[in-house]
């Protein structure tokens, strides 16, 4: 079983996945249940060179998507988190979101540019991530958790229901597009 955990950067998926790995490791002490590994592929990216060329305009690494899918395959039981997630194979795909404003706030503290802050907040606004996710996985396989007003504890607690199967799919019930007007 192969958990994605997607969304704009922002969303608060790193934060959120690190408390749902210690979450798991939690309930796999207690029940002998499958024991999920949480892989942050931004991390694998750098780690292991992953991407094709680096623009420097933008201060970013350009992913190379079949470089990552080969690197995951095989990997059984995964959790894995990233704006690029929903890209690759998956049984279940959580895609985070929140709202444009507090989003653009939560990476300007983070330290990011205001040009990359906004960019994102727009993008938020106009679903690109949730319209991707569904256009490649299905309505079906889609969790859509809004993280605007709740703790990283509750984004982790409902994440941890995507991954005992006590939550069902769902999509389009964030709409942001108020911000653009
Ligand atoms: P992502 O991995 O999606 O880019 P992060 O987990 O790095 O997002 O979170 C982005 C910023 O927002 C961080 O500074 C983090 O502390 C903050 N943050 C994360 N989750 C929440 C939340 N649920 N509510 C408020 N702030 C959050």
Redesign the pocket.
Known sequence: MRIAVT?T????????TERLASKLEERDAAESSADFDVIHLNTVLEDEALYTEVDADRQSKVADLDALAAWLEGREDTIVESHLAHHFDADRVAV?RCAPEPLEK?LL??GETEAKAAENAESEALDVILAEAVDEHGLESIYEID?TD???DA?AAELAAVVTGDREPSAGDADFVGYLT
């Open positions: 969304g950067p922002g969303t608060g998926k790193t934060t959120a985070l939560r503290e983070r993280t709740r703790t990283p984004v």
